[in-house]
């Protein structure tokens, strides 16, 4: 089976386009694939966190990726920091990567301008990036669009660490969703739903109420007209709000397009409203049992300790091919 590694920060609750771009991916993939699945913490502190509130969105988030149908038993769920190789091979790779390539990385720009201070952590990240993908021999890395020029630095990482030492590592390959792998803003359908927008109503939290959540799809942006139709170019906002129809109802776009056929967007929008309200009342539910117990502790355990077996002879291999000596 390919191997199969993904990560997500713990900055706070996840929204429907974490759920739909990556959790959804994520729980089919362990069918077909062996999978990690991360709570990338060591990530997470390249900006300033509290503390408190650092723990409790780790532990959040590992609650959340069982609950949206990620079964420890078929898929490793752990959290980065539990399992030192990851700082470890980082470090090792920030001295094979180049400052250049680095310094051209997109989201480092976008993430460090206008701020007053900016870490070398923001700075040197992919390469702790490029460590937790290598460390597993992975095959096949699900990322959006955002993420595809950190992948092709792992890839080029690896490349460059076999040609000089070895084949050592595989070098894994993007897996990008043929649809929907970047759900839009509620407010804006130029720009990506993120949990970090200042305006709540630009996304939907994955725990958001069922009233918050018909409240914001009834404020969602359309487009001039009132036809439900398919169309990225001219009708942006509400092609957005169709493939988030389509991706919680597993309905294909022209699917969707047909069943709107000659409906307005306020039918279309409270569909909507409800197709999301049920879809995570399950998640929902399971989540808070969860969060009750300590049963995510124990999956958290159990897949730090798998986790460090899967990734030991990786590491020493790296370290012995460097020059290290070896107790």
């Known amino acids: 089976m390919p191997r199969v590694f993904s990560g997500i920060q713990p900055s706070g609750n996840l929204t429907i386009g974490n759920y739909l771009g990556a959790m959804k991916n994520f ?18 502190i390249t900006v300033p966190q509290e503390p408190h ?6 532990r959040n ?3 959340l990726y069982i609950a949206a149908g990620i079964d420890p038993n078929k898929a490793t769920v752990f959290i980065q920091s539990h399992v030192t190789a ?54 096949l890395v699900p990322v959006g669009e955002d993420q595809k020029q950190h992948l092709e630095l792992t890839r ?3 490349e460059r660490f076999n040609n000089r030492f070895g084949e050592t590592f595989a070098v894994p390959d993007p897996y990008i969703p043929k649809f929907g792998g970047r759900i839009m803003s509620l407010e804006n359908p130029d720009k990506k739903m993120s949990k970090s927008d200042e305006s709540a109503g630009a996304y939907i939290s994955m ?39 389509g991706l919680f109802t597993d309905m294909t776009i022209e699917q969707v397009t047909a069943h709107f056929d000659g409906k307005g967007y306020g039918q279309f929008k409270k ?23 300590d049963e995510v502790d124990l999956v958290l355990k159990a897949g730090a300790d798998k986790a460090r077996e899967m990734c030991a002879s990786t590491l020493a291999d790296v370290k012995q091919k460097l020059g290290f000596v070896a107790l």
């Open 271 to 293: 569909e909507l409203a409800e197709v999301i309200v049920d879809g995570l009342g399950p998640i929902q539910a399971r989540y808070k049992e969860l969060i009750a117990s």
């Open 61 to 63: 988030l590992a609650a």
């Open 27 to 44: 729980v089919r993939l362990q069918h077909e694939a062996d999978c990690l699945f991360c709570v990338v913490d060591l990530h997470a």
């Open 53 to 58: 509130e650092l723990r409790q969105n780790s």
């Open 86 to 139: 990851h700082a470890e091979l980082g470090w090792m790779l920030q001295c094979i990567a180049y400052y250049g390539e680095l310094g051209r990385m997109t989201q480092f720009k976008d993430k460090s301008a206008h701020k007053d201070v900016v870490t070398a952590g923001l700075f040197t990240y992919p390469a702790l990036m490029a460590a937790d993908i290598l460390l597993y021999q992975t095959n």
């Open 207 to 245: 725990l958001d109420e069922a009233d918050v959540i018909r409240k914001k799809i009834s404020r969602a942006v359309t487009d001039s007209g009132r036809e439900v139709r398919y169309d990225v170019e001219e009708k942006a906002a509400v092609s957005n709000l169709m493939t988030i129809f």
């Open 156 to 158: 080029d990482i690896a």
